[in-house]
C-alpha cells in the first residue's frame, strides 16, 4: 500500500492530474461492461459516445442499447433507459450510480483529495493505479483501477462498487477542447417518457 502521493507514484498522478485539468471538453467512445455481484444480474456490454464539459456537465450516449442516456447538467443527474420508459432525476449529492466516479473529471481533478489507500502496477495495457475513495463509508465504490498509457491519458477505468459489482471502461477516440453546443447537457424527455424524482 502507499500513502497517498508517494514519492514513486507521484509523477504519474501529477502528469493525469495536468492532462485533465488542462482541458475544458472531452469525447471519447466508450464500451461499458458490467458484472453484477454475488445474486446480482450477469455480465453486459454496452457502447456509446461520452461527452464532458466544464464545469459539471456530462452525458453518456449509447448506441448499444440505442437510446439510452446518463446526463449530468451540473445540478441534477438523469437517467433513462428505454425499456422503463422513465427518466430517473436525482442530485448529484445523492447519486450512486458507478458512473459516477468519472465525475471528477468534471471539476478540478486532485487525486489527494479524493483517493487513498493507492496501489500501483506496470502492465502491457500500461500503468494499473488501484485506489479507494477517500471517504470509503459515504461513496457508493469501494475501489477504482485506473489504466494510464504514456501520456498520461485514462485508458481504461474499472469500479468496484460496495455491493462487488464491477463496471469496466474502455476509452478511444478522445477529442479534448473540441467546441460543443450547450444543448448537449439539456435534459429533453424522450417521447413517452415519464421523468421520475428519485427519493432519497
Given at each position: 500500500?502507499l500513502?497517498a502521493?508517494s514519492e514513486?507514484?507521484r509523477?504519474?498522478?501529477?502528469g493525469?492530474?495536468?492532462?485533465y485539468n ?5 469525447e471519447l467512445?466508450f464500451?461499458?461492461?458490467y ?6 444480474q ?5 457502447t ?10 456530462m452525458?453518456w450516449?449509447?448506441?448499444?442499447p440505442d437510446?439510452?442516456?446518463f446526463?449530468s447538467?451540473s445540478k441534477?443527474?438523469?437517467?433513462y433507459s428505454?425499456s422503463?420508459a422513465?427518466?430517473?432525476k436525482?442530485k ?7 458512473r459516477?466516479?468519472?465525475a471528477f473529471l468534471l471539476?478540478k481533478l ?6 487513498d489507500?493507492?496501489?500501483y ?8 493505479v ?11 465504490y469501494?475501489?477504482?483501477i ?5 501520456q498520461?491519458a ?16 474502455r476509452?478511444k477516440n ?6 460543443q453546443t450547450a ?9 413517452g417518457?415519464?421523468l421520475?424524482?428519485?427519493i432519497r
Amino acid at each position: 500500500m502507499l500513502p497517498a502521493f508517494s514519492e514513486e507514484l507521484r509523477p504519474t498522478l501529477a502528469g493525469i492530474e495536468k492532462r485533465y485539468n488542462s482541458i475544458t471538453t472531452l469525447e471519447l467512445d466508450f464500451e461499458q461492461t458490467y458484472r453484477g455481484g454475488i445474486g446480482l444480474q450477469p455480465k453486459r456490454t454496452e457502447t456509446g459516445r461520452l461527452y464532458l464539459r466544464k464545469p459539471g456537465r456530462m452525458r453518456w450516449n449509447y448506441a448499444k442499447p440505442d437510446g439510452k442516456f446518463f446526463l449530468s447538467d451540473s445540478k441534477f443527474f438523469y437517467f433513462y433507459s428505454p425499456s422503463t420508459a422513465q427518466v430517473e432525476k436525482t442530485k448529484l449529492k445523492d447519486a450512486d450510480d458507478l458512473r459516477v466516479p468519472l465525475a471528477f473529471l468534471l471539476g478540478k481533478l486532485d487525486f489527494n483529495r479524493d483517493f487513498d489507500q493507492f496501489e500501483y502496477s506496470k502492465t502491457a495495457d500500461g500503468l494499473n493505479v488501484k485506489a479507494q475513495p477517500k471517504n470509503l463509508e459515504k461513496s457508493p465504490y469501494k475501489e477504482v483501477i485506473f489504466v494510464v498509457d504514456d501520456q498520461f491519458a485514462i485508458r481504461k477505468l474499472t469500479v468496484t462498487g460496495q455491493d462487488s459489482s464491477i463496471m469496466d471502461f474502455r476509452f478511444k477516440n478522445e477529442l479534448r477542447n473540441k467546441p460543443q453546443t450547450a444543448d448537449i447537457y439539456e435534459m429533453k424527455l424522450p417521447p413517452g417518457a415519464q421523468l421520475v424524482e428519485a427519493i432519497r
